[in-house]
């Protein structure tokens, strides 16, 4: 009975502890509801940093030793890192970074190409698809995503993953809005630990540091009156140490206007009861939650980048870690080396004590002194063996073999290659071993071109135009807009007096993208394939120009196609020369002659008006008389235009119902009189044509 009834007693003391949330005021509610969603908040957070803490160690240790402090030690007393000392001499031989720059700039070599395919075989379809590519390579230049690509391809060979974030930014582009890319740092990304890729995760979290003022001046914000400055410069303590040692940042004073804090936003996972996904956004600092909405999103807006494959892993080991131990070798015997030679040069010596012995120099030279009788002798000092010179050979091997850097890509020749064809092949031997690395970039930049016309066709309510230059320095001009435009069913649009096609970006898109190149990897073998195809036919000349790498393609397209006209009617005589034997070459250029004393020669219907438009052009700009050359090509055009639309003494078709074109005679039967000439071109003066 009396156990009862302490049962019961008990009881009642904890209903009594329990909040009686239904006697509270709305605001005590809103408090209590946020209260709780911070601790949910706080427990995702610490969970993943902790269990992220020793990939952030590895991180740290990584990325001080590609920057060049190969002998840096912690001390975990004072929890901080020595980068030198006093003591022996230690060379840091940072193979890591050459290497490590020699494959970021062979990734990123080729400009990445994306084709978009078509939903349908309909035309409409098929020349979206093609405008969408091209909206994707304006994209590229316009959000400088060459060197983006870059930072993501060294994050992911230090740390073993680089990020980007996506998303629409509604006050760029002058306020018009655009899409937005820019790369995260991986340190400030916290990815649900269960998860085992992107589309897993149940949540993600971006702390990033930021202006107080910039926090309290942003419309979407509330309670911003709750923000505090915070000396913390990053969730990851060990990004926090980067930032402080290697950067110069003050942790404990700054002035007002330079204060900042933590800024976290978290997107998590909600799902309704047919299980349809929405992403949850709270943005919050240390204090207060300052965003708390739902919106229609299916998935992250982070991208994640692996150049190599890791199955069920987000985080993996990464390129660096397999380098990092054999260059850590290399730098111990090249110190060791260095050390015994400089020693090997100094000597040493054997002196009795007190002896007196000191050393002088002058200009005489070096004297050294010494007390009478006491005796100084040099010890005699062996070479240095050759093991530590076979060692450092074998681990410079090791360490291009494991990097999958070679000395020819390096620009070191190795003995007994002497021709292209071999160094081309040993080029492409070591750019064969970073195809991982290229393909798993090409599926990440699939994923983001999808994101990208994703957003552009949720956004784009109204047309933008889109300007790209060609390799050509040629301009191309279309209007992209998204699947809600009321533009969306134009086939073109009005731009400054001329049209332009409309590209109506849709919201799914198949997307494949391709990055290398289908030429070698030498200057001299690419040339000498290129011009295999281009006498093969496989090539253009344009192509062939573009990718030698020539300037001003254009005007040599121009010049080569003008000279070979020439070439093939050179020698030919003139038919409008009057019976002499000149060729139409002879007669232009007699005739710019000519014109160059004033005088205004007539065109001829006869003449090869090509060639004569040819030479008359070459004399535009060289005398005071251009105005005459010009009307006289005019007269040459008119005849052209005319030979071909069948005018002035050509074929007419005959037979019942022939027309006759506007403008032009009817043939005249034999012995009927000839009808008056038809009015002399413009320039003409006035002149009879021949024959008339």
């Known amino acids: 009975m009396a156990e009862a009834k302490k049962k019961e007693i008990r009881q009642q003391t904890n209903r009594s502890k329990e909040p009686e949330t239904e006697k509270l005021t709305e605001n005590q509610k809103e408090k209590l509801d946020e209260e709780v969603l911070q601790t949910k908040l706080g427990t995702m957070e610490k969970s993943g940093l902790s269990s992220r803490r020793r990939y952030d160690w590895e991180w740290l240790t990584r990325d001080l030793f590609v920057r060049g402090y190969h002998f840096a030690k912690y001390n975990r007393s004072t929890h901080t890192f020595t980068f030198s000392t006093k003591g022996a001499v230690r060379i840091p031989v940072n193979l890591i970074n050459s290497q490590l720059r020699n494959i970021r700039s062979s990734v990123t070599a080729f400009r990445p190409k994306w084709e978009v395919l078509p939903e349908t075989p309909d035309p409409r379809s098929i020349a979206n698809a093609e405008l969408s590519g091209e909206l994707l390579d304006a994209l590229y230049q316009k959000l400088k995503l060459r ?12 740390y073993s ?6 998303w629409w930014d509604e006050n760029a582009d002058n306020g ?11 340190f400030d990304l916290i990815i649900d630990p269960n998860a085992t890729s992107r589309e897993d995760a149940e949540w993600m979290i971006l702390v990033t540091r930021k202006s107080t003022s910039e926090i309290k001046n942003n419309p979407r914000y509330e309670k911003t009156d709750k923000i505090q400055a915070q000396t913390t410069k990053a969730v990851s303590e060990y990004k926090q140490f980067l930032i402080q040692a290697l950067k110069n940042v003050d942790e404990w004073s700054a002035p007002e206007e330079s204060e900042t804090t933590l800024l976290k936003e978290a997107w998590i996972k909600q799902r309704d009861e047919n299980g349809k996904i929405q992403m949850r956004i709270v943005t919050y600092t240390e204090n207060a939650v300052h965003r708390d909405e739902v919106v229609d999103e299916k998935e992250f807006p982070w991208f994640i980048y692996k150049p190599e494959t890791a199955p069920s892993e987000i985080y993996s080991e990464g390129w660096a870690k397999h380098v990092i131990p054999i260059n850590r070798v290399i730098d111990a015997l090249e110190s060791h080396i260095f050390e015994y030679n400089h020693l090997y040069a100094k000597g040493r010596f054997v ?3 007190n002896s007196g012995v000191r050393t002088i120099n002058n200009e005489n030279g070096q004297i050294i002194e010494k007390n009478r009788g006491a005796e100084v002798t040099s ?19 090791y360490q291009e073999d494991i990097s999958g850097v070679h000395e020819i890509s390096m620009g070191r020749v190795p003995a007994g290659v002497k021709s292209g064809v071999g160094i081309a092949e040993l080029k492409q031997a070591d750019a064969s071993g970073q195809d991982e690395i290229v393909d798993n970039l090409e599926e990440f930049l699939t994923q983001a071109g999808e994101k ?10 109204t047309s933008k135009v889109i300007k790209r230059v060609g390799p050509d320095k040629k301009y191309e001009y279309f209007a992209a807009v998204g699947k809600n435009s009321n533009l969306k069913n134009k086939p073109d649009l009005a731009v400054g007096g001329s049209k332009i096609p409309i590209a109506v970006i849709g919201a799914d898109n198949e997307i494949r993208v391709t990055i290398g190149s289908w030429l070698a990897y030498t200057k001299k073998a690419r040339q000498e394939e290129l011009k295999e195809l281009f006498k093969l036919g496989a090539i253009d000349q344009n192509t062939l120009l573009q990718h030698l790498e020539f300037g001003d393609i254009k005007s040599i397209l121009k010049s080569t196609r003008l000279e070979r006209l020439l070439e093939a009617r050179t020698g030919v005589p003139a038919q409008g020369g009057m019976g002499a034997n000149v060729s139409d070459e002879e007669l232009a250029i007699e005739e710019n002659a000519m014109m160059a004393e004033g005088k205004e020669p007539p065109a001829q219907m006869e003449d090869d008006h090509d060639v004569h438009l040819i030479i008359h052009d070459q004399a535009i700009g060289h005398g005071q008389n251009d105005e005459l050359v010009e009307n006289h090509m005019e007269q040459h055009q008119v005849f052209k235009e005319s030979k071909l639309s069948g005018g002035f003494g050509g074929v007419i078709p005959g037979g019942e119902g022939s027309q006759v074109p506007t403008g032009q005679q009817a043939p005249v039967p034999p012995g009927a009189q000839s009808p008056g000439p038809p009015p002399a071109p413009p320039g003409m003066g006035g002149g009879q044509l021949p024959g008339v």
Do not use: C
């Open 161 to 166: 993953l680089g990020l980007w974030q996506i």
């Open 351 to 353: 002196i009795d004590k």
């Open 379 to 397: 010890l005699p000092i062996a070479a240095l063996p050759n093991a530590p010179f076979q060692q450092l050979n074998n681990f410079r091997s």
């Open 147 to 158: 060197n983006k690509i870059k930072a993501i391809v060294h994050y992911g060979l230090v």
């Open 452 to 461: 990208i016309l994703n957003l552009v066709s949720k956004h784009y309510t």
């Open 176 to 186: 018009s809005g655009e899409v937005r890319i820019e790369v995260v740092d991986p």
